[in-house]
């Protein structure tokens, strides 16, 4: 499909590729006031056509994505009640177990958006943004929400860098399973990145494979070997007093230097050089930089052999002195939230993180932050509209999940939690939910009838009973209809259904009149369609009586419309031409009444046009007097032919009349004699 635009200088076209996206295109005349002259001058008097593609945001998630969200709106919902109801004492170690479940599922995606990588750049890409997503979800972890000792954040971040550095564990490996591993290229880089993580044990395994061949370099390894083996571990902090782990630091790291001063690693310098790392000299450090993938391994494995207690809240320092060596021009989006992680700017981070990961950005971001506040990390700051940075994030997150046809219940789990504007983003969006099927707009009224939307569970209802009636499923929509309780379209649908019956003599969805119940006295129409329908079952039981009394009500009341007496009177011609009377005199008087007002329409219609005689007749409902009881402005809705069962011609409907005129006569005389025998 395509339109042309004119305005004023030029023309323009739109070409709508499909349901998302179009292409606009322009062509821009000479002397167009939308050109500059120089310009022209310069293209000699044209400028070529400019073509832009526009798309709608689509709220399409990849399956990875949709994992995410499906599995992490559970979380969500859990960490509430954790923050609710847990004690002052257990909610730090309950808010730790709800981070590491959402750090389980962030790794759980990454795991299945690998294969995909082979595919294309498509999969490389989501499965990077999913790494760097538990990489920097990991580290906030341990720096706002992990109570740790004060001087025992190193463990912790060895245990980052080796989660999030695999490549030197798959190198370690592949040497492990090499036939001479001392040989390899990539042995003694692989073992000074394995010290300079702190991973001695493995770095103890691969010195193991050296070849003993002269006994000075076989007393080397055998010393580097003891000196690995005595290292103190940071996780020891933990069970003893920051004092002692210092001291016994120190002492060790002493005696590595005393043992490089005696010569006892001149004879082999890659020892030399381990030792020389495990001294905390920076010159080795700086020299392991090369053979890692990022800085951030290179700045914790320098912190461990020249600060191994230091604090969380001091790595800002070092981190700057750090950065301002060479790293600061390679910092790419994910650099700089880890940056902003180590300087403790909460701030920063969620507003870089809400922009750097794609489709995925305002679910990190939103739920972060939801944690964050819960662990009591957020200060108060308004976001604007009368919000805080939570609920905004977090409404920002719920309306991207109700336009897809999966998460929009998820979305609505998440407005139940923003307490300024959750609630008015409910009635606003649930209305745009697409009602597919009726199964969907049942959970769509179950929604708003969980929060009391009594509006918007009315507008759902007559949205799909219009939807219904489109299809012409009227027994639907009038369901529909009643339960929004919209009194002139309930009486515009009870018109079609009487249409039907006068065009066919047959009652549709009678199961649906059989239980209208208290429903009936929504409108007139309503109840009139359910007493005629009663008429007939009364009848059909051969409840004579019963029938008539009814049917004579309803004419009677005027509660039925004047398009339907031609048909209703007909209906009495059988009970009239009973041995026993059923009509007695006043009742007869009123039938003959509605006989005459019906012969006044046909007369009226017969002396119209030839051509459009036949139509008026049968279409009695669009041509009766105005003014006929219980009438209203819906009536014109109602389809021709009610004048009977059948669509008769004017002959057949004035003979048809005249049998009821004689029938009411008769029953006349037979009630007089009835009433005066009595």
């Not at 004492?89 to 990588?117: D, E, F, G, I």
């Not at 000299?281 to 230091?310: F, H, I, K």
């Amino acid at each position: 499909m395509a339109y042309s635009l004119s305005p004023s200088g030029g023309s323009k076209g739109v070409k709508f590729r499909s349901e998302n996206d179009a292409v606009v295109y322009s062509s821009v005349c000479s002397g167009s006031p939308a050109v500059p002259r120089e310009n022209l001058a310069s293209t000699g008097g044209q400028r070529e056509p400019a073509v832009h593609e526009i798309a709608l945001l689509s709220s399409d998630f990849s399956s990875t994505t949709c994992q995410l969200i499906s599995e992490c709106h559970s979380i969500f919902c859990s960490l509430q009640d954790v923050a609710a109801n847990a004690s002052s004492t257990a909610k730090p170690n309950s808010l730790l177990h709800v981070s590491r479940q959402y750090r389980a599922v962030l790794h759980a995606c990454l795991l299945n958006a690998r294969p995909k990588s082979s595919g294309g750049s498509a999969g490389t890409s989501e499965a990077a943004v999913f790494s760097e997503m538990e990489l920097i979800w990991h580290l906030c972890e341990i720096i706002f929400l992990e109570v740790l000792p004060v001087g025992c954040v190193m463990q912790p971040l060895l245990e980052w860098v080796r989660w999030h550095c695999q490549h030197v564990d798959e190198r370690a490996t592949a040497l492990l399973h090499y036939p001479d591993p001392a040989s390899h290229h990539d042995f003694w880089n692989t073992v000074n990145v394995l010290v300079l993580h702190g991973r001695v044990d493995t770095a103890r395994d691969l010195l193991a494979h050296l070849p003993s061949r002269k006994t000075s370099a076989s007393m080397a390894y055998g010393s580097l070997d003891e000196l690995l083996r005595k290292m103190p571990i940071p996780q020891a902090l933990f069970g003893q007093s920051l004092t002692e782990f210092s001291l016994r630091w120190k002492r060790w790291q002493q005696e590595c230097r005393n043992r490089y001063a005696e010569g006892e690693f001149s004879s082999t310098p890659q020892l030399q050089h381990i030792v020389q790392m495990l001294t905390g000299d920076s010159t080795a450090l700086q020299a392991c930089r090369p053979l890692c993938d990022s800085w951030y391994e290179v700045m914790v494995g320098t912190l461990l052999y020249t600060n191994p207690t230091v604090k969380a809240v001091d790595m800002q320092y070092s981190l700057t002195t750090f950065l301002d060596d060479g790293y600061r021009t390679k910092l790419n989006p994910a650099d700089s939230i880890l940056k902003s992680v180590f300087e403790f700017d909460i701030p920063a981070v969620l507003r870089q993180t809400s922009e750097s990961f794609g489709p995925c950005s305002s679910w990190f971001a939103a739920h972060l932050t939801d944690l964050l506040h819960h662990c009591g990390k957020l200060e108060a700051r308004n976001a604007g509209y009368g919000m805080d940075q939570r609920e905004y994030l977090l409404l920002e997150f719920a309306s991207s999940l109700m336009s897809h046809d999966s998460f929009w219940q998820a979305g609505v789990s998440y407005f139940d939690h923003c307490s300024v504007s959750g609630r008015s983003h409910i009635e606003l969006l649930i209305q745009r939910v697409p009602l597919t099927s009726e199964r969907k707009a049942q959970k769509v009224l179950a929604v708003c009838k969980q929060r009391d939307l009594t509006d918007t569970a009315n507008s759902v209802c007559r949205v799909m009973a219009m939807q219904q009636l489109r299809y012409n499923r009227i027994g639907s929509a009038l369901n529909w209809c009643l339960r929004c309780k919209d009194s002139s379209f309930a009486a515009f649908l009870a018109n079609r259904l009487l249409s039907q019956y006068s065009a066919d003599g047959v009652f549709e969805h009678l199961d649906l009149i059989d239980n209208l119940g208290p429903a009936m006295l929504l409108n007139n129409r309503l109840t009139f369609l359910a007493q005629y329908h009663q008429f007939h079952r009364l009848y059909n039981d051969q409840e004579f009586q019963q029938a008539g009394s009814l049917l004579f009500s309803l004419l009677d009341s005027r509660l039925a419309p004047k398009q339907l007496w031609p048909t209703m009177l007909l209906d009495a011609l059988p009970l009239l031409e009973m041995q026993r009377v059923i009509f007695n005199g006043e009742q007869t008087y009123e039938l003959m009444y509605c006989l005459e007002e019906v012969q006044n329409s046909a007369n009226t219609s017969q002396q119209a046009t030839a051509a459009s005689a036949s139509s008026r007749l049968n279409g009695f409902m669009n041509g009766a007097a105005a003014g006929g009881g219980g009438m209203e402005s819906s009536d014109e809705a109602m389809d021709t032919g009610m004048l009977g069962r059948k669509q008769l011609s004017i002959g057949q409907l004035m003979d048809k009349l005249a049998l009821l005129r004689l029938a009411l006569a008769r029953n006349l005389a037979r009630a007089i004699v009835s009433d005066t025998d009595s």
